[in-house]
């Protein structure tokens, strides 16, 4: 018998949650995904401290201003080693705005165009870029523009439907529902400490999400993210896409059970629902408070490593 994550790559995408080289050329996924928090970590590691001097270097090329080139240098960086991920993974790359934007339309469209120019500077065409934006109104209005540019998105920070139901809508090209920080709020929140995979509710999520998109005929991708075990992979097995970290990719390569089809589209089509407004989405989306806490607090812990990152920078500026 293979292993799962051999079996799994028959049924679904793989996708590495991760800014590692050296993982990404050991469990060959399809795409990657980068964020803040995941850049922080790369930068740390020695391999990638020449891509930190190229940023710098570029950024005081740029301008004298100190501010100037610490954006400058942050965008350059999360561009470069996305172009070193390219060289590895044969999809896409994710690179994310900086959620500092994330309730800004305007600035992050500009952002988001920003660093597809950079990639399209160093000979990387917009079809692998996946560019990332939190699944705000705000955001998902960005990426409807966007797309109408031909530059696809990947809608993260996803915790209620209401988020998943505006970026169907939007013609959005890709959406990451947080799995482990939907399980995370409820262990927080809750008596009940131990899930099985089939009732975690954040496997319950991506498949309301999954089922309803495929019923209703709506072509944005459905890709699970943020896992805390590989229960919650195995019972999402056949999602479009599953973005997954390094040290899961070694249990899955390392278990050998059979990997049972989760999810898979009955084929059933149905006309959709009257679209979601903002006040819909607005008022659905704060009904729910794990989403409501989810979003917030991701927005803010992204801005935070973000922070982190231009401060490691600042201080070689």
């Not at 120019?117 to 955001?139: H, M, N, P, Q, V």
């Amino acid at each position: 018998m293979t292993s799962q994550l051999e079996q799994l790559r028959k049924i679904t995408t793989v996708v590495a949650d991760t800014g590692d080289i050296s993982a990404m050329k050991k469990y060959k996924p399809e795409d990657a995904t980068t964020n803040p928090s995941l850049l922080l970590k790369a930068a740390a590691i020695p391999e990638y401290a020449g891509y930190i001097d190229e940023a710098i270097q570029w950024a005081k090329s740029q301008s004298n201003s100190r501010d100037s080139q610490l954006t400058d240098a942050s965008d350059r960086l999360s561009v470069l080693i996305g172009r070193e991920i390219l060289k590895i993974v044969p999809g896409r790359v994710s690179t994310e705005v900086d959620a500092r934007l994330s309730f800004d339309t305007h600035a992050s469209i500009d952002k988001a165009r920003r660093l597809v120019g950079f990639y399209e500077d160093i000979g990387i065409k917009r079809e692998r870029i996946l560019i990332k934006l939190a699944s705000t109104w705000e955001g998902i209005r960005a990426a409807e523009q966007l797309q109408k540019e031909g530059i696809n998105c990947n809608l993260t920070l996803l915790f209620s439907f209401e988020q998943a139901v505006a970026c169907a809508e939007a013609g959005v090209f890709l959406i990451s529902p947080f799995v482990g920080r939907i399980f995370d709020w409820y262990v927080e929140h809750t008596d009940k400490k131990t899930y099985a995979p089939e009732e975690d509710p954040g496997v319950q999520s991506v498949r309301r999400i999954y089922d309803w998109y495929k019923l209703h005929g709506f072509e944005t991708v459905v890709m699970g993210a943020s896992f805390r075990n590989i229960g919650q992979i195995q019972a999402l097995a056949g999602c479009d896409r599953l973005t997954i970290s390094p040290d899961l990719l070694k249990q899955l390569d390392e278990t050998n059970e059979p990997l049972p089809v989760a999810l898979k589209d009955s084929g059933r089509r149905e006309s959709a629902a009257v679209k979601i407004d903002e006040a819909k989405f607005r008022w659905g989306h704060n009904e729910n408070a794990m989403a409501t806490d989810k979003l917030a607090d991701g927005i803010r812990k992204f801005a935070a490593d973000q922070r982190k990152l231009e401060e490691l920078l600042g201080a070689k500026l």
